[in-house]
């Protein structure tokens, strides 16, 4: 260690010196001052808990975490369109920007950190290459497998498989067919009897037409009027109407009770009906009844009146279908292949569709009205 040399200018008198005439003469005497070996040493040495290193540490351990944090979310959306795409690309300049900004120290383990580093980055893009030539591989597996799960979402959960508006509707034609020749069919379907994945398809159509078409638009079209409930019932029970003009009166409208210029007569006629099943109930069926309503009640009667009767009118065309077409010794299912073949080149089915459309629409549009 290093001395520091201090003078210090001390002076030497005595008492023999006082008050006499000899001259004191000033003497430099020398001190020495140690200073401490560990002190000196720190200073020398640079200081561990520096701050700036600190940070830089941080910083670059922030940096890897980002890095990894990329390259698992690139990972994750290797296989994507081009917008994606985009993105990826985007996330490989911020990995190169990255990169750049790391600090550089002439020590091997620097090196050896970003070394690692880039092999980390390649690694992950050939594991996902790696994934997507196996999905490419293993595509018809996919393809079947996607299948399956559709076919057990068909099975258990029947209300959730999508199909298209056309197809329900050919399904309940044909199922109209085949009841007006065998009438248990229907009753057969509902009470579970038939198990067959035709009869379910069918099933699954009437279904989706009360619930779906039909239901919610009744449901729309009451909730927005005044009617009473004794006039719905009876728009219910009868499937048959005409609503006539006549002279206008100024009376107690009979659907919603309003004090209206009512001049129009609904006639309500028609045999009562099973809504599942459409079997007929031959108790009073010449039972009629005619009620005086006005100018807007007149209207959401005949749209209410159209989409309520709808299916029981579409059967009774078939009914009549069969009837007319002499079936005797023929069996079913080949007089019912036969028929609809008939009905859907003719474009007989096609027409009764779009019937089904214009109910619908016409419904959601008179939603509207105040």
């Known amino acids: 260690g290093k001395r520091k040399r201090l003078n210090t200018s001390v002076v030497f008198d005595s008492d023999e010196s006082e008050g006499s005439d000899i001259l004191v003469r000033k003497v430099f005497a020398k001190r020495h001052c140690i200073m401490d070996k560990d002190e000196n040493s720190q200073e020398q040495q640079p200081d561990k808990t520096n701050p700036t290193e600190n940070v830089s ?43 750049c900004h790391l600090p550089l120290t002439p020590t091997e383990s620097s090196e050896a950190d970003s070394d690692s580093m880039k092999d980390f980055i390649v690694e992950e893009e050939d594991d996902d290459d790696n994934i997507e030539h196996e999905i490419s591989e293993n595509q018809p597996q996919w393809k079947e497998l996607n299948a399956s799960n559709s076919e057990l979402l068909a099975y258990y959960v029947p209300h959730l498989t999508r199909c298209d508006h056309y197809v329900h509707f050919k399904r309940i034609v044909k199922a109209f067919l085949i009841n007006a020749i065998d009438d248990t069919f229907l009753s057969s379907l509902y009470d579970g009897t038939r198990q067959k994945q035709y009869a379910q398809d069918m099933l699954l159509s009437l279904r989706y037409l009360d619930d ?123 007089t019912v292949e036969r028929l609809f073949s008939q009905l859907e ?26």
């Open 345 to 370: 080149d003719s474009g007989w089915i096609e027409k009764r569709y779009n019937d089904l459309e214009d109910c619908m629409n016409d419904a959601d549009s008179f939603q509207e009205e105040k």
């Open 212 to 334: 779906r078409f039909v239901q919610p638009r009744l449901e729309n079209l009451i909730s927005t009027s005044r009617w009473k409930d004794r006039y719905k019932e009876r728009v219910d029970c009868y499937p048959d109407v005409r609503i006539i003009m006549k002279n206008p009166k100024n009376m107690s409208c009979h659907a919603c009770g309003l004090n209206r210029f009512c001049k129009f007569d609904v006639l309500l006629s028609g045999k009562l009906y099973n809504s599942s099943t459409l079997e007929a109930d031959d108790f009073m069926s010449d039972d009629k009844q005619v009620l005086t309503v006005g100018t807007v009640c007149a209207d959401r009667t005949r749209v209410y009146h159209n989409l309520k009767h709808f299916k029981y009118k579409l059967y009774v065309d078939c009914s009549s279908i069969t009837e007319s077409d002499g079936f005797a010794d023929e069996p079913v299912k080949e």
């Open 57 to 99: 540490a941080n910083r670059k351990q922030k940096i890897c975490a980002k890095l990894k944090e990329l390259a698992r979310q690139r990972a994750t959306r290797r296989s994507c369109s081009s917008e994606n795409c985009e993105d990826s690309n985007g996330e490989e300049g911020i990995e190169e920007e990255l990169l």
